[in-house]
């Protein structure tokens, strides 16, 4: 494991360990830090409480070698009982488009994004949900992405309300 990797390991397990509302979270490693178009990680994660809403984020880490300023993934989400609606088209800002200046928190030459997916979500079912991501660019390989993840967490209550 590179030194860098493992600072990033051990910092996200500290504030995972920090947030009472996260719910599942997993990042995979692409190999030579290339997505290919062929490779679809899919997350598996189990929900309990159905009255609950809840904020599905990707995850990306890219470093500044990465050619564009936004990448597109398409999203599909199954449940015990089958899909949960159509796959979703995701558009996610790596870079900002006129100045090409990164978002997203990093260091030196790479940078690791959280971005709302699916806001207030509602899992109608308990059970073990699949979500699988699919790079959806107009290239086979993109170079210069490292890892993309889910996480899910419970949407912060307010007021009372979900």
Not at 85 to 96: E, V
Not at 129 to 136: D, G, I, M, P, R
């Amino acid at each position: 494991m590179k030194p860098w990797a493992a600072g990033a390991v051990l910092g996200l397990l500290a504030l995972a360990g920090c947030d009472p509302n996260r719910v599942f979270e997993q990042n995979i490693d692409f190999p030579s830090n290339s997505w290919d178009v062929q490779r679809k990680p899919a997350f598996t994660f189990a929900i309990a409480d159905t009255a609950a809403r809840y904020d599905v984020y990707f995850d990306v880490r890219n470093a500044s070698a990465y050619p564009f300023y936004n990448l597109y993934v398409k999203a599909t989400l199954a449940g015990p009982a089958g899909p949960v609606g159509p796959p979703l088209l995701h558009q996610m800002l790596l870079m900002d488009p006129k100045t090409g200046e990164p978002r997203g928190s990093g260091t030196g030459d790479i940078y690791d994004h959280q971005i709302l997916a699916l806001p207030r979500q509602r899992f109608a079912r308990p059970g073990s949900y699949t979500l699988t991501l699919e790079q959806f660019m107009r290239q086979d390989q993109l170079p210069g992405l490292m890892a993309v993840g889910v996480r899910v967490a419970k949407h912060p209550a307010v007021a009372g309300k979900q």
